[in-house]
């Protein structure tokens, strides 16, 4: 399958990383990504496009973007998450038998994130109508209004399929302010979804009671938001709360906001936690949308470098894509 590049604002850049040798067992993220086939197909003797058959081929692409951050009062950094994501990928092993693509970054201008925004969705609607499962790598909690305009305009929502949203994230961020900010964007998705005569379906696991108002809590009542508590997020719970959630729907978009993760895993945020729910949990609930055949789109939000000790945010976050896409 050819894939037409979308318009970006930085072209993809080298991926470095840790080199043990050019053959198929030791093929690491940076050797395989932009490279025709990948090498677990080739040495199994596997006709590459059949493979990629099998499971669609991945584009990243990155949204350098911390104006909703600034606008919500938090601390800035996000817009260099993602080459701080790609530089923690590059040394993964790589065990994917499907290609993978890095499209590069969609930038938001000074604080123009509007726009920004707009050119993210037509970069991911655009992926998706092509076969692609698409992966952005954010850039602050805005992100997720971005990836739900590519979403939304997709060919599997555009037939008529049930689209769910399951955030994994401290906040609901479904706050009605004058103007959009990383504390908005499922506020917005909301509103969207109505006027196109769709119901809302939306499930977060990990709210942080205490960091939540209660106008906040009210606002998910009246839309019929789903959502546990990060004080209720054991395994077994969790297991059930997001089969229930994707048993509702045909195709699923996963935002994953770092900061649901205790602030001793995911220092680098820009709200760090001070519960959060435990690594495994989290680990757990990517494995589960992952087998279930449903995940369309994710994105990865509120990474923020100048803040993340020993780049450990930023492994963390790449194990978890690793997962999602295994």
Known sequence: ?????????????????????????HRRWWQAVNQPGNATARAAGADVEARAAA????????????????????????????????????????????????????AVAGEDLEAGQERLGRAVAGLLDAGHQTVVLGGGHETAYASYLGVSASPAVR????????????????RDEPVPSSGTPFLQMARAEADAGREFRYAVVGIS?????????????????????????????????????????????????LDVLPAAVAPGVSAPAAYGVPLPVI????????????????????????????????????????????
């Open 1 to 25: 399958m050819s894939l037409q590049l979308p318009a970006v604002d930085v072209p993809p850049q080298p991926w470095t990383g840790r080199f043990d040798g050019d053959g198929p067992g």
């Open 55 to 106: 499971g669609r081929p991945v584009a990243l692409l990155g949204f350098a973007s911390d104006e909703g951050v600034r606008r919500n009062k938090g601390r800035t950094g996000a817009s260099a998450a993602p080459a701080a994501l790609r530089k923690a990928l590059g040394p993964l092993a790589f065990h994917l038998d499907r290609p993978v693509s890095d499209i590069g970054d969609v």
């Open 159 to 174: 037939d008529g399929q049930r689209l769910g949203v399951l955030n994994l994230d401290a906040h609901f961020d479904l």
């Open 209 to 257: 009671e205490p960091n939540n108002t209660r106008v906040l809590f009210d606002t998910a009542d009246k839309l019929g938001v789903r959502y546990l508590l990060d004080e209720d997020c054991d395994a077994d719970r969790v297991r059930d709360f997001v089969a229930a959630f994707l048993a509702d729907i045909d195709v699923l978009y996963l935002t994953i906001d």
């Open 283 to 326: 680990s757990a609930v990517c494995r589960q949308v992952a087998e279930s055949g449903k995940l369309l789109h994710l994105d990865v939000a509120e990474l923020n470098p100048a803040f993340d000790i020993d780049g450990r945010t930023a492994k963390t976050a790449a194990r978890l894509i690793h997962t999602l896409l295994r």
